[in-house]
């Protein structure tokens, strides 16, 4: 992708989508890392049986992280991220087919900030996190 400007996008663009979907391995390993010992998350009988859940939980804050990922590969090298935010509001399983992307929501040429909607989505095009981002891009 060429450099990333303000003066090359505008409100309405699209975010390139990533193709998401959490294995055992990788829920795992990204609890661990964070010192979570939620049962939901490792513990299949528990999630299901004990919880109800129909499979292991993804973790919320990995689907946070999957959000960070795509503004950070789109804006490039030259950006900075001013701000962001998202919030869970469905269970994403282990194995599902998830989307994560984004759209231009405003653009300030004189300052360089440009305000993000997010989202990550299911294979039923529902939104389970939605989210913002304000990041800052290089003025031409």
């Known amino acids: 992708m060429d450099r990333l400007s303000v003066q090359s996008i505008s409100p309405g663009d699209a975010l390139p989508e990533r193709q998401l979907a ?4 990788q829920l795992f390993f990204y609890n661990a890392s964070l010192w979570n010992a939620h049962r939901i ?10 919880e109800g859940y129909p ?6 804050p990995l689907m946070g992280d999957w959000l960070t990922q795509c503004v950070l590969e789109w804006m490039g090298a030259e950006g900075e ?4 935010e998202f919030s869970n509001r469905q269970a994403a399983f282990v194995d599902d087919p998830l989307v994560s992307g984004g759209t231009v929501r405003s653009v300030d ?20 996190t939605p989210g913002q981002a304000v990041v800052r891009l290089p003025v031409d």
Request: glycine letters at 12%; one cysteine or more; a negative charge.
């Open 22 to 25: 959490c294995d055992t391995v």
């Open 41 to 50: 998350h490792f513990d299949a009988p528990y999630a299901t049986d004990g």
């Open 55 to 60: 499979g292991l939980v993804v973790a919320g």
């Open 81 to 84: 991220l001013v701000s962001f």
């Open 109 to 128: 040429a004189a300052t360089g900030l440009v305000s993000l909607d997010l989202h990550i989505r299911n294979a039923d095009g529902q939104v389970l």
